[in-house]
């Protein structure tokens, strides 16, 4: 049997009347629109309810499924630990979402538990179902830091999985969208905030998750959201299925957006198979950007389809310019995927006979030996971005105040150990910061003594 039905609902705790204590009538539209939705699944009456949270355990590589027969969980880091919660887990489709997922070579399992309490993700929104309904087993799936096609992907597992066990089952997508809407909330404003709100809403009332595919990734993290990978694999669970859509509500007061909204499949439809449409319209874009590259990205792009694709590391080149081929510096090179950082490797110094040199070697290094990711795979090189810093000579400075977050990277160093950080990063925004994230990438802790030296970029991108 088929998904019945899915919703996507957030999770302010203060929407539970004893974690809100009377403030949660600011969200009145939300909390009727939740009873709303528990109201809809009691009539349902679905065997099992598919949690997705992006508060459960998060693996840069993988889903992971809660194991189990079994959770529990109140909320008590929100003041309330006498609001408990207990489900039992849907072990059978569990095991089958695992075995189908494995045979597909989707990265997801029960493997790697670290807290088996339910996280409130889950239990935000189960309190309001378990109003209406409790009469049903959980299953508990986590985001994870993979690209919102393979989310997409795992959507298609979970349909599958539910068909072959026979179950009468519905889906919940836990997430919260910008948490940048008001300069006086928790996380302050940023444009960005609003606007990803109302796309992301207007898709939601259209059912329309192809647009929500393609959603900008630099957009989502700017508005600071936590529930979009959810919807991703809400969608992929009405692959080639038409979809009776409705936003039930959406309000954001207290800085941070809110939106409830409900999915009915209605039928098959061949058409909508957004994923091989979103892979089509991502190939598009790759090719578009390959005609915007200059020289370094393209070099660096190269070296590393060559390496994967013939085993043999790329030579350098004839015909590059004298920049490249006759100058040495040390060079960083950025791999970006859907957005996200992919693989970052650099020379503070030179370590080649030139720039063209450089960045092969640490183009290769970034896609396939930086530990912090698995290799990248020859399936992925069509979505990659390139970013290649060349570096000029380091100087050393006096202290913090000859720095500048926009114009100058740091390199910090104490005895051996030595951290760097490129200049006009996202998210470092002050001297202070820039210095710290530079300190602890080396090890260097809080009051060791320091020298500072800063040095400037040529950027590439």
């Known amino acids: 049997m088929p998904i019945i039905k899915a919703y996507t609902l957030p999770h302010p705790p203060l929407a539970v009347s004893s974690v809100g204590r009377g403030k949660e009538k600011e969200i009145s539209k939300t909390l009727a629109a939740m009873d709303e939705v528990a109201e809809d ?21 993988y889903f992971h499924i809660s194991p189990g027969s079994d959770a529990v969980g109140d909320l008590g880091r929100f003041g309330c630990p006498s609001v408990r919660f207990e489900t039992k887990y849907d072990t059978e489709l569990i095991d089958e979402i695992s075995r189908i997922a494995e045979l597909n070579e989707i990265s997801a399992g029960t493997q790697g538990e670290r807290e088996a309490s339910l996280d409130h993700g889950v239990t935000v929104p189960m309190w309001f179902v378990n109003k209406s309904y409790k009469d049903y087993s959980s299953v508990r799936v986590a985001q994870s830091g993979m690209a919102s096609s393979e989310h997409y992907l795992l959507g298609q597992i979970i349909a599958k999985a539910v068909e072959s066990v026979g179950r009468r089952a519905v889906v919940i997508a836990s997430s919260d969208l910008s948490h940048k809407l008001a300069h006086d909330g928790p996380y302050g404003y940023a444009p960005e905030g609003p606007e990803f709100d109302a796309v992301f809403t207007d898709a939601l009332a259209k059912g329309d998750f192809l647009s929500l595919l393609k959603i900008d990734a630099d957009l989502r993290e700017r508005a600071s959201e936590c529930g979009y990978n959810s919807l991703m694999i809400l969608a992929g669970c009405f692959d080639k299925q038409d979809v009776e859509a409705k936003l039930l509500s959406y309000e954001g007061p207290f800085g941070v957006g809110y939106a409830v909204a409900s999915f009915l499949p209605v039928g098959k439809n061949e058409d909508r198979n957004l994923l091989e449409q979103y892979v089509e319209h991502a190939l598009g874009e790759s ?54 950082l992919r693989g970052c490797v650099g020379t503070i110094l030179p370590t080649t006979s030139s720039v063209a040199a450089e960045i092969i070697q640490n183009a290769v290094s970034a896609g396939l030996a930086d530990n912090r990711f698995p290799p990248v795979g020859a399936s992925e090189l069509p979505f990659l971005v390139y970013k290649v810093d060349v570096l000029k000579a380091p100087e050393p400075i006096s202290g913090p105040e000859q720095l500048d977050v926009k114009r100058y990277g740091v390199i910090v160093t104490s005895g051996a150990k030595r951290g760097l950080l490129l200049p006009n990063l996202d998210g470092v925004d002050t001297i202070e910061d820039q210095i710290d994230i530079a300190a602890r990438k080396a090890g260097i802790r809080d009051g060791e003594v320091v020298a500072l030296q800063r040095f400037e970029v040529i950027r590439h991108e």
Not at 47 to 53: A, E
Not at 328 to 335: D, L, N, T
Request: proline share 5%; hydrophobic share 30%.
């Open 287 to 340: 090719e578009k950007r390959k005609n915007t590259e200059d020289g370094h990205q393209t070099l660096a792009r190269r070296s590393l389809e060559h390496i994967i694709q013939t085993g043999q590391e790329l030579p350098v080149p004839k015909g590059l310019t004298d920049e490249l081929l006759k100058e040495r510096a040390g060079v960083f090179v950025s791999i970006h995927k859907n957005g996200k």
């Open 41 to 61: 699944i009691a009539k349902l009456a679905p065997d099992t309810i598919i949690y997705i949270t992006p508060h459960s355990v998060l693996y840069s590589d």
